[in-house]
T-cell receptor, first 117, second 111 residues
Framework: AQSVAQPEDQVNVAEGNPLTVKCTYS??????LFWYVQYPNRGLQFLLK??????LVKGSYGFEAEFNKSQTSFHLKKPSALVSDSALYFC???????????????FGRGTQLTVWP | SQTIHQWPATLVQPVGSPLSLECTVE??????LYWYRQAAGRGLQLLFY??????ISSEVPQNLSASRPQDRQFILSSKKLLLSDSGFYLC??????????FGSGTQLSVL
């Protein structure tokens, strides 16, 4: 069964500092991994994904994520945080290992990122 | 281009009243459609998904139901709302093989 864990409910960083939002996963086959961001009272927006290839994936708004197979992690990172990055971030893994083309996503509980000036 | 519409944006309903949330997709055909719920302080939970007209799969037993009367229309319903149905409901469609695109959501408060 697929599952995703985001061990931190909250991450607080100062503007200009690097940020990391952690995610670990469990899948039966090769993982398809995603990060989504949700601003207050809004739907989710896609940030980036890892399917195959380079372990470091670059996405929207200067975010990147590093796939680490041995640690089963997919941490979201940004070298220099902005106040406008404050939002709720979700890690997700795709269910694609049973021959289904449905590809529904399993989400973590979310991590609230707060960047203070 | 493809777009997804979800309405209403907010809804306040009394316990025991019916519910109907609508989601429509434009610019694509035969999309896979999803309903997610985000309860306060919790992550996203997949409620229903649909691969075609009249085809609904339920992920968890609950007070809600879903229907897909048309190719690009997905409806979430309840005959009698419970307090525990409060939450933020998100419709989504699979934009490509590996990505979901979400609507703007409906904040439902059951009082």
């Amino acid at each position: 069964a697929q599952s995703v864990a985001q061990p931190e409910d909250q991450v607080n960083v100062a503007e200009g500092n690097p940020l990391t939002v952690k995610c670990t996963y469990s899948v039966s086959g090769n993982p398809y991994l995603f990060w989504y961001v949700q601003y207050p009272n809004r739907g989710l927006q896609f940030l980036l994904k890892y399917i195959t290839g380079d372990n470091l994936v670059k996405g929207s708004y200067g975010f990147e994520a590093e796939f680490n197979k041995s640690q089963t992690s997919f941490h979201l990172k940004k070298p220099s945080a902005l106040v406008s990055d404050s939002a709720l971030y979700f890690c997700a893994v795709r269910d694609g290992g049973r021959g289904s083309t449905l590809g529904r996503l399993y989400f973590g509980r979310g991590t609230q990122l707060t960047v203070w000036p | 281009s493809q777009t997804i519409h979800q309405w209403p944006a907010t809804l306040v309903q009394p316990v025991g009243s019916p519910l109907s949330l609508e989601c429509t997709v434009e610019g694509t055909s035969n999309p896979n459609l999803y309903w997610y719920r985000q309860a306060a302080g919790r992550g996203l939970q997949l409620l229903f998904y649909s691969v075609g007209i009249g085809q609904i799969s339920s992920e968890v037993p609950q007070n809600l139901s879903a229907s897909r009367p048309q190719d690009r229309q997905f409806i979430l319903s309840s005959k009698k709302l419970l307090l525990s149905d409060s939450g933020f409901y998100l419709c989504a469609w699979r934009e490509e093989a590996t990505k979901l695109f979400f609507g703007s959501g409906t904040q439902l408060s059951v009082l």
